[in-house]
């Protein structure tokens, strides 16, 4: 029997419609995610796996971390827009280049002072 069940799977998109539909392992719904107050960047595509830990980031490392999420949240592009606008105006023989440096190094604390004043 359990032959014939493998062999007629093949003939199906989803397996064998007899036996009971499992989720795919690490599967993730966008209906489980219900926050809608929350950023779409912090939305994830899945779900972690593996024994949870926790550490310390090195100063780097958060450094890094925190200028990703900055560069990466739509929610924030229209503040990087003006940050590099006020540095082409400030430099104006800045190239795309220098002006992308000077955003990773000057854009978060710059960030923070913006929306806390």
């Known amino acids: 029997m359990d032959e014939a069940a493998k062999f007629a799977s093949f003939y199906f998109k989803e397996g064998d ?5 499992k989720e795919k392992r690490n599967e993730v719904y ?3 995610i219900v926050d809608d107050d929350m950023f779409e960047f912090f939305k994830p595509p899945g779900k972690a796996i593996g ?3 926790k550490r310390y980031l090195a100063d780097n490392e958060y450094t890094a971390a925190h200028l990703y999420v900055l560069m990466n949240c739509p929610e924030v592009q ?11 105006k400030q430099f104006p023989n800045l190239n795309d280049e220098a002006v992308n ?15 806390c004043s």
């Not at 419609?17 to 539909?21: G, I, R």
């Open 51 to 53: 024994a949870e830990g």
């Open 78 to 88: 229209p503040f990087i827009d003006v940050f590099v606008t006020e540095k082409r």
């Open 17 to 21: 419609p007899t036996l009971p539909l």
């Open 30 to 32: 966008l209906d489980d």
């Open 101 to 115: 440096a000077v955003t990773e190094q000057e854009f978060p604390s710059w960030f923070e002072k913006y929306v």
